[in-house]
Each structure stands twice: as structure tokens, then as C-alpha cells.
């Protein structure tokens, strides 16, 4: 048992440890939470909820997000009761773009309009939490996880949300960037 022990312990402190050490340096204004498994570091920053039936705009200001080996993507999620068809998720109207600027003005945009992108960025079950998937979690992608954060950087986050005729059928819905570890 203690060698087993042994075994493992360094794949432990290479993985998780370190994670939890970055999350205590990032500071901005969505949540951090940590979605690390024994071989891989991951995170997800939520930001505050809104109501997808009404047009939405925010700025957020994010500052040493912790850095990964892979490529995060900006997300808008959702929570619904049941499964929508292909044909509701195609029905659906939002129109959201999302700019991303560092300190220096590098700008990195991604668009998450289903109108725009679909079929290649279709309504896709998430994530709910660490390890564990949720039923009733849904969100909306980029077609490319191409985010990419420099270690100590400051960025600002414009969000903009208009439902258009067809909104996303739920009471809120929240905006994220995810970086979770899933293998």
C-alpha cells in the first residue's frame, strides 16, 4: 500500500497541486473553480448569470488566469429541464459576440451565434461540475478552442447578447470560459 502510495504521489503534486496554487493568483470578476484530474490541470471561470429573454451586455476584467497545456474556449451556458430537438436548436435566434483585449490591445474575438455558425457549433451538452456530467447543462461553443491566456496578463471581456425572435428557452444563462481537464 505505501509503495503504491509513492507511486502515485508525485502524478498527484505534478497535477493538482500546482493548479490549486495558480487558482489562488487569479483574481477577476467571474468565479474560478478548479476541474483538475490526476493526469491533467483544468479550470472553468463563471461569470455573473442573466436573463437570455433579454438583451445583455458586460464588460469583465480577468488578470492571471492559470496556464494549461491546452487551449481554453469562451462558452455560454444554460439550464433546461428537457433535451431541445435539432430542429428548436436550430430555430433559435441569439445573436453573441464576445471581444477579448489584452493590456496592449491584442484582441483575440470569438462568435457564438448559432444563427451564424450552425450546424458547426450546435447546442452540445457541458460539463457540470468537477468530473461529473449534468443532464440538463447545455451550452452554446465557439467552433475553435483558440484561447489562449499569457501567465500574468490583464484582459477585459465585452459580451454582447441580443435574443433575437427565437431566445434560448431558459430563466438564466451565464457566460464562461472553461479549460477543464477531462481525461
Known amino acids: 500500500m505505501r509503495l503504491a502510495l509513492w507511486l502515485v504521489l508525485p502524478f498527484i503534486q505534478a497535477s493538482c497541486v500546482p493548479m490549486w496554487i495558480k487558482a489562488k493568483q487569479y483574481s477577476g470578476d467571474g468565479t474560478l473553480r ?3 484530474t490526476i493526469l491533467a490541470q483544468g479550470y472553468a471561470i463563471d461569470f455573473p448569470p442573466f436573463d437570455p429573454g ?15 497545456s491546452r487551449a481554453a474556449r469562451f462558452c455560454m451556458n444554460f439550464h433546461l429541464k428537457i433535451n431541445p430537438t435539432d430542429e428548436e436548436e436550430t430555430r ?18 470569438v462568435d457564438l451565434s448559432p444563427t451564424v455558425v450552425s450546424p458547426t457549433v450546435p447546442l452540445s451538452p457541458s460539463v457540470g461540475g468537477w468530473g461529473s456530467s449534468s443532464p440538463d ?21 465585452s459580451v454582447a447578447y441580443r435574443p433575437g425572435s427565437v431566445p434560448i428557452p431558459a430563466k438564466q ?6 479549460d477543464c481537464a477531462f481525461y
Not at 445583455?56 to 488578470?63: C, D, L, P
Not at 447543462?137 to 471581456?157: C, K, M, Q, V, W
Not at 444563462?173 to 472553461?178: D, H, Q, S
Open 34 to 36: 478548479t476541474c483538475s
Open 54 to 68: 433579454q438583451p445583455y451586455t458586460a464588460v469583465y476584467r480577468i488578470s492571471h488566469v492559470p496556464q494549461v
Open 92 to 109: 433559435l435566434t441569439p445573436v453573441i459576440r464576445v471581444r477579448i483585449t489584452d493590456r496592449h490591445g491584442r484582441v483575440q474575438s
Open 137 to 157: 447543462l447545455f451550452g452554446i461553443y465557439g467552433p475553435d478552442a483558440n484561447l489562449h491566456f499569457t501567465r500574468g496578463e490583464t484582459y477585459s471581456i
Open 173 to 178: 444563462a451565464y457566460f464562461g470560459i472553461e
